[in-house]
């Protein structure tokens, strides 16, 4: 897939993601990406002082088809109007491998003078339906929801998908010492299904939950 030719304004500085690029690809490029390894990324990012965009570590994948290739959420905003992007670093080799449909270029870099790095972005945001399930399907299907299992399962009453979804995911990957592995999101039967499964799986990646969720009706309960 080629990058878009068409001049798109977009809020991310190039010289901001080839910082961050630096952070991704250590030599040799070979790491699993744990949350260990998400969490420490973030704490060095921190000290970049970044000021065009805010990343979502917890967000970081590798793409399993696309050796050296990365993808992470983040958030910038546009004229005051908040944005969220995808972000693809990827080495120059694996260019042409893109998932999405007409990503828009960022820059091409040689972070550290090292492996020549493309990065591009595509929006993310939940109204961005295609692009979130090109990311679960074909990256980490980890985000979909899932059967209902016992145990450890955290019942949370959603009132309105747009605040409280996003809330009930941030939430639960911060309380690191609770038990609750599983959530189980029940939204009113007047909430559009597809806009509150895209809700969702845009939360969790956001959040980065991979411990599993389902999402049910009210009604039924």
Known sequence: MKLSTTPIEIPLKPSEAAALAELLFPDPDNRPITDDV???LAIRA?????????????????????PGTYYL????????APQTYLLRFALASASAGELFRDPIHIGRMRPAGEREVVVSAVPFRPSDRENIRL?????????????VRSGEAAAI???????DIPA???NAAAELESKVRF???VVPNRVDPEHGLAVAVWSAIRAGWRSGYSIESASKT
Do not use: C, W
Request: glycine share 6%; net charge negative; proline share 7%.
């Open 46 to 66: 921190a000290e970049l002082g970044l000021s065009s965009f805010h990343p979502y570590f917890a967000s970081l994948e590798k793409d399993s088809t696309q």
């Open 73 to 80: 959420m983040v958030d910038a905003a546009l004229h005051g």
């Open 157 to 163: 009453e959603i009132m309105n998908p747009d605040l």
């Open 168 to 170: 009930a995911f941030a």
């Open 135 to 147: 990311f679960t399907v074909e990256v980490d299907r980890s985000f979909l929801p899932q059967p």
């Open 183 to 185: 959530l189980v999101l």
């Open 38 to 40: 998400r969490d420490g």
